[in-house]
Structures are given as structure tokens and as C-alpha cells.
């Protein structure tokens, strides 16, 4: 088993930046691919970034590129979204994720955390 928390969410203005945490504890966190996905109100979950075990390959949603940026430290059993230039349509409850193999569907992930909600507004 695998204990995610995420961290970080809160209310920013558009343009403005936050950093998500996600701390994992219990299994080898670093055997792991870990990923972000997003749910906004009367949507589906949506994939924003992931980012392998060996940190050699990410991967993000065309929506995000370029603003957000995903990383990990294996050493402090944690992941980070870095959110720049935050738009309006960002806002959304931010939920971490591990699997076996890094992935953009969410059916690839078998741990969740509980989601931090992201509020960006305009």
C-alpha cells in the first residue's frame, strides 16, 4: 500500500503561481511512476503531468505544457506540480497518483491521495 497526501492548493489570482506537494509513505515510493490529474465541477478527471520512477521521462497535457512542470525527489518521497501563469479554467480538485508504469489514463494508477482543490481567479 501506498499513502499519498497532497498539499499546496489555494485560491491565486490568473497569472499568478502555486506548487503542489504530494508526500508519499508506506511501499518504495520510488518504484513508482507518479502522476497529477485534475477534476473540475460536472467534469471528468483529467490528466495534467506525470513523471517516471527513474525521472528520464515526463509527460504533460497540451493544456498545461509549458506552465506546469513536474518533478520528484525519491529522497523526500515527494512529488511536485509547479503551476505557473494560472488561468481561470485551472481551477479544479488537483489529485496525485502512483502506478507501476508511467501513463496518462487514470486506470494505469492504483493509489490516490485525497486532492487538493486549485482556485484561479479571473
Known amino acids: 500500500q501506498v499513502q499519498l497526501v497532497e498539499s499546496g492548493g489555494g485560491l491565486v489570482q490568473a497569472g499568478g503561481s502555486l506548487r503542489l506537494s504530494c508526500a508519499a509513505s508506506g511501499r518504495r515510493f520510488s518504484n513508482y511512476a507518479m502522476g497529477w490529474f485534475r477534476q473540475a465541477p460536472g467534469k471528468e478527471r483529467e490528466f495534467v503531468a506525470a513523471?517516471?520512477?527513474?525521472?528520464?521521462?515526463?509527460y504533460y497535457a497540451d493544456s498545461v505544457k509549458g506552465r506546469f512542470t513536474i518533478s520528484r525527489d525519491n529522497t523526500k518521497n515527494t512529488v511536485y506540480l509547479q503551476m505557473n501563469s494560472l488561468k481561470p479554467e485551472d481551477t479544479a480538485v488537483y489529485f496525485c497518483?502512483?502506478?507501476?508504469?508511467?501513463?496518462?489514463?487514470?486506470?494505469?494508477?492504483?493509489?490516490w491521495g485525497q486532492g487538493t482543490q486549485v482556485t484561479v481567479s479571473s
Open positions: 513523471i517516471s520512477w527513474r525521472i528520464d521521462r515526463t
Open positions: 497518483a502512483a502506478g507501476n508504469d508511467v501513463a496518462r489514463v487514470s486506470d494505469r494508477y492504483d493509489y
